[in-house]
């Protein structure tokens, strides 16, 4: 057996993780986006009929 690995399965590597950490960092953002600013809330304070009153 080779101890060294080959340049091409180093180059896999690298692409492999270089896709996969940037798409894994969008998903993990999205998702705290999600849990934290779901889609349909609204904020909390006097509604518009209160604040004319």
Known sequence: MNP???????????????LVAPAWWLLV???EGRATRP??????????HEQEQ
């Open 4 to 18: 060294e690995p080959s340049l091409a399965l180093l180059g896999a590597i690298t692409l492999f993780l270089g």
């Open 29 to 31: 953002r999205w998702a």
């Open 39 to 48: 889609s349909g809330a609204r904020p909390a304070g006097p509604t518009e």
